[in-house]
């Protein structure tokens, strides 16, 4: 989220930035009369509150990460990436595999029967 805000305010700077070259470098031509100062002064103060906007953000998503990882089941304290405490993990790991093993088709091992 906060990237999408900083990259969208980034390029409206850069655009209004353009606009603003274009206008005064076409100012006698009917080109210049088309870009306006005032709507320029706009965008720049959107590209602005955008980018603010969007380093508060970023300010928040990094103190968010800081908290502690917790198990999604019984809220006890995880390794960083790991969402199951490891009671819970096994739990989990069982049944998959117990769901794996009632739709996969065994196969005993062929060989000479005596």
Not at 78 to 104: F, P, S
Request: include cysteine.
């Amino acid at each position: 989220m906060s990237s999408t805000l900083l990259r969208l305010g980034l390029w409206i700077v850069i655009i209004a930035l353009a606009l603003y070259v274009l206008h005064d470098t076409l100012a006698s031509s009917p080109v210049g009369e088309i870009v306006n100062t005032d709507l320029m002064q706009k965008a720049l103060l959107l590209g602005g509150a955008l980018i603010a906007g969007g380093t508060v953000v970023r300010l928040f998503e990094r103190a968010s990460k800081l908290k502690k990882q917790r198990c999604i089941v019984c809220k006890a304290p995880v390794a960083h990436g790991a969402i199951y405490c490891r009671a819970h993990l096994r739990n989990v790991l069982h049944h998959e595999d117990a769901k794996l093993h009632m739709t996969q088709e065994r196969r005993l091992p062929s060989g000479p029967r005596s």
